[in-house]
């Protein structure tokens, strides 16, 4: 006789919310479990039960354990930031699954910070500030480069972005902020901010270019300064707007008043003779741009709020420079080691292995929260050398 397999009751709010919380609809559900519309909703409408197999088909497909799918209710969980990306309500699209993921995995990694720093009797300082869409942005970015100890004379000699990115990371991270670097698709977002008052993160894409995140850095910084967490693009549409009664205008300004100071862009040899909003040369926007380890948008941004370049020619440029195509991804072999702290940071990678060696938490812990295979933590703990 044929074997039935056993079919085992499922509470159909469970099936919505870890369909729903992945960012599918039923058909996109169906096709990635390689069943029918029609199953997934008989399933959700508990006209019918899925076997063991299915569930964990289930499990794999909704990125959720396979215990979370016998609960009675649905899991309580903080709800999903705030959509502050800059495009046009109907053209906007869902997150995808690998943001929500990200959003879903960041906040794993505050949860443990906070853990690991209560297990070895560590405190999180986190002194970032306090800030209103009523400040004056450059104001507030004058204050908050002062607090993080960056000066003009030293940024002007970084020697590569790089260097200016990992700068300006390491500063923010002294201030109690984690810093964490994911794969997301670059047209969605280009980094997210999220709150705490004890493991406030910042995350960022990696699939974005290296001045590009160093905007966003300090972009989601704004964020935290304002206490609003939320995913964004970068978009700049309004920037000529004085009122800045958008936060995403808001965070755009201060991030570029913090990275191009307005007396530092202003007495700078190719501007300091210019008193009036004239267009520029792409040579002498890239020089500048190379000297403060910024892209070309966010210097023209600066020259037309501080009234000394068009604000027409900078719609006209922001469109050309969209136009262009992506710079060619370099490949490399992998380092899961460099990776790892290039992802998760300094501060999360030393809570952990602290943790290890102090045996409050296993070798395979260990290797679990650091999304990182057993073998590579001898060098991992190498590269670190001890630093917190």
Same mark, same amino acid.
């Given at each position: 006789?044929?074997?039935?397999?056993?079919?085992?009751?499922?509470?159909?709010?469970?099936?919505?919310?870890?369909?729903?919380?992945?960012?599918?609809?039923?058909?996109?559900?169906?096709?990635?479990?390689?069943?029918?519309?029609?199953?997934?909703?008989? $399933?959700?409408?508990?006209?019918?039960?899925?076997?063991?197999?299915?569930?964990?088909?289930?499990?794999?497909?909704?990125?959720?354990?396979?215990?979370?799918?016998?609960?009675?209710?649905?899991?309580?969980?903080?709800?999903?930031?705030?959509?502050?990306?800059?495009?046009?309500?109907?053209?906007?699209?869902?997150?995808?699954?690998?943001?929500?993921?990200?959003?879903?995995?960041?906040?794993?990694? *505050?949860?443990?910070?906070?853990?690991?720093?209560?297990?070895?009797?560590?405190?999180?300082?986190?002194?970032?500030?306090?800030?209103?869409?009523?400040?004056?942005?450059?104001?507030?970015?004058?204050?908050?480069?002062?607090?993080?100890?960056?000066?003009?004379?030293? !940024?002007?000699? $970084?020697?590569?972005?790089?260097?200016?990115?990992?700068? $300006?990371?390491?500063?923010?991270?002294?201030?109690?902020?984690?810093?964490?670097?994911?794969?997301?698709?670059?047209?969605?977002?280009?980094?997210?901010?999220?709150?705490?008052?004890?493991?406030?993160?910042?995350?960022?894409?990696?699939?974005?270019?290296?001045?590009?995140?160093?905007?966003?850095?300090?972009?989601?910084?704004?964020?935290?300064?304002?206490?609003?967490?939320?995913?964004?693009?970068?978009?700049?549409?309004?920037?000529?707007?004085?009122?800045?009664?958008?936060?995403?205008?808001?965070?755009?300004?201060?991030?570029?008043?913090?990275?191009?100071?307005?007396?530092?862009?202003?007495?700078?040899?190719?501007?300091?003779?210019?008193?009036?909003?004239?267009?520029?040369?792409?040579?002498?926007?890239?020089?500048?741009?190379?000297?403060?380890?910024?892209?070309?948008?966010?210097?023209?941004?600066?020259?037309?709020?501080?009234?000394?370049?068009?604000?027409?020619?900078?719609?006209?440029? !922001?469109?050309?420079?969209?136009?262009?195509?992506?710079?060619?991804?370099? $490949?490399?072999?992998?380092?899961?080691?460099?990776?790892?702290?290039?992802?998760?940071?300094?501060?999360?990678?030393?809570?952990?292995?602290?943790? *290890?060696?102090?045996?409050?938490?296993?070798?395979?812990?260990?290797?679990?929260?650091?999304?990182?295979?057993?073998?590579?933590?001898?060098?991992?703990?190498?590269?670190?050398?001890?630093?917190?």
């Amino acid at each position: 006789m044929p074997h039935n397999p056993l079919e085992i009751a499922i509470v159909p709010e469970i099936l919505v919310w870890a369909r729903e919380t992945i960012g599918l609809d039923v058909p996109k559900a169906a096709k990635k479990l390689h069943t029918t519309e029609d199953i997934i909703s008989k $399933w959700e409408n508990r006209e019918k039960n899925p076997t063991l197999t299915q569930i964990e088909k289930l499990a794999n497909v909704y990125k959720r354990s396979l215990a979370t799918f016998f609960l009675p209710t649905p899991p309580q969980e903080p709800p999903f930031p705030k959509d502050f990306r800059t495009l046009p309500q109907d053209k906007r699209k869902p997150f995808s699954p690998k943001t929500r993921l990200a959003v879903r995995r960041a906040r794993r990694l *505050q949860y443990l910070a906070v853990e690991l720093a209560n297990v070895l009797n560590h405190k999180i300082v986190v002194e970032i500030g306090k800030a209103n869409l009523s400040d004056d942005p450059e104001k507030l970015a004058s204050r908050v480069r002062e607090c993080l100890g960056i000066g003009v004379r030293e !940024q002007l000699k $970084w020697r590569t972005e790089r260097q200016a990115f990992d700068e $300006w990371k390491k500063v923010v991270e002294r201030c109690g902020v984690f810093v964490f670097q994911m794969s997301m698709p670059l047209e969605e977002t280009r980094g997210f901010s999220l709150p705490s008052d004890t493991s406030p993160a910042i995350v960022l894409n990696l699939h974005d270019a290296i001045r590009g995140r160093i905007f966003s850095l300090l972009h989601e910084y704004g964020h935290l300064l304002l206490d609003d967490a939320g995913i964004c693009d970068m978009g700049d549409e309004g920037y000529r707007h004085i009122g800045y009664k958008s936060t995403e205008r808001f965070c755009n300004h201060f991030a570029g008043a913090v990275l191009v100071p307005g007396d530092a862009l202003t007495s700078h040899e190719l501007v300091k003779g210019i008193k009036s909003a004239v267009e520029w040369s792409d040579e002498d926007l890239a020089k500048l741009a190379q000297g403060f380890r910024v892209s070309q948008p966010v210097i023209l941004r600066r020259l037309v709020i501080l009234g000394r370049a068009n604000g027409a020619f900078y719609k006209r440029k !922001q469109k050309e420079w969209e136009s262009l195509p992506p710079p060619p991804k370099k $490949w490399g072999r992998r380092n899961p080691p460099k990776e790892c702290i290039t992802n998760t940071g300094i501060p999360f990678v030393s809570l952990v292995l602290e943790s *290890q060696r102090g045996e409050k938490i296993t070798y395979k812990d260990a290797a679990d929260y650091l999304s990182i295979r057993l073998k590579y933590l001898p060098k991992l703990e190498q590269l670190i050398g001890g630093k917190s």
